[in-house]
T-cell receptor, first 117, second 113 residues
Framework: AQTVTQSQPEMSVQEAETVTLSCTYD???????LFWYKQPPSRQMILVIR??????QNATENRFSVNFQKAAKSFSLKISDSQLGDAAMYFCAYRSALETSGSRLTFGEGTQLTVNP | DADVTQTPRNRITKTGKRIMLECSQT?????MYWYRQDPGLGLRLIYY???????NKGEISDGYSVSRQAQAKFSLSLESAIPNQTALYFC????????????FGEGSRLTVL
């Protein structure tokens, strides 16, 4: 079974600075998808960024980018120019590309990000 | 209106009571999921369904049951609630195929006293 590990329960960053959230995963599959979700205090789950394992290029979405290291099974999220609105719980998630496996998303434990003014 | 709607948003109940959490979606997706969120544990899958006739257990299905009444509706039931089922519950949907994201409801916070 796949597992996802976020080793940083809490992180903090100064407004306008850069922060990196770590995520590692374990799988024997070669084709899969990785996601970062954000959960602000409103508790809504919001997709931040996704990465397809067959793509070597790291995904970017405005101030958010990932460092995808397939061999190391690592998928970190970098937030540049941090803003107060970035304060949230961040979840890393894995999904197999095989629909027959249930297409379930496996989540990490989450990292609570605080942004200090 | 939200694409994925959960009711109730918050509920307090007592041990032994039967509770139903309802989920409906307007996205036309065939895949629907129920997750449970606990502090320090992330989100864990309870049940998922690919269509009305297809229901599958997730990693923590004990003590829960589900019903897929229609493509757009997927309900989660706790037949006899216990305090360790106190959690935030999420319904989510996804389209078949590709790297499609999960679309989540706003969550149902359940407290079992």
């Amino acid at each position: 079974a796949q597992t996802v590990t976020q080793s940083q329960p809490e992180m903090s960053v100064q407004e306008a600075e850069t922060v990196t959230l770590s995520c590692t995963y374990d799988t024997s599959e070669s084709d899969y998808y990785l996601f970062w979700y954000k959960q602000p205090p409103s508790r809504q789950m919001i997709l931040v960024i996704r990465q397809e394992a067959y793509k070597q290029q790291n995904a970017t979405e405005n101030r958010f980018s990932v460092n995808f290291q397939k061999a190391a099974k690592s998928f970190s999220l970098k937030i540049s120019d941090s803003q107060l609105g970035d304060a949230a719980m961040y979840f890393c998630a894995y999904r197999s590309a095989l629909e027959t496996s249930g297409s379930r998303l496996t989540f990490g434990e989450g990292t609570q990000l605080t942004v200090n003014p | 209106d939200a694409d994925v709607t959960q009711t109730p948003r918050n509920r307090i109940t007592k041990t032994g009571k039967r509770i139903m959490l309802e989920c409906s979606q307007t996205k036309g997706h065939d895949r629907m999921y129920w997750y449970r969120q606990d502090p320090g544990l992330g989100l864990r899958l309870i049940y998922y369904s690919f269509d009305v006739k297809d229901i599958n257990k997730g990693e923590i299905s004990d003590g829960y049951s589900v019903s897929r009444q229609a493509q757009a509706k997927f309900s989660l039931s706790l037949e006899s609630a216990i305090p360790n089922q106190t959690a935030l519950y999420f319904c989510a949907t996804r389209a078949a195929g590709g790297p499609g994201e999960l679309f989540f409801g706003e969550g149902s916070r359940l407290t079992v006293l």
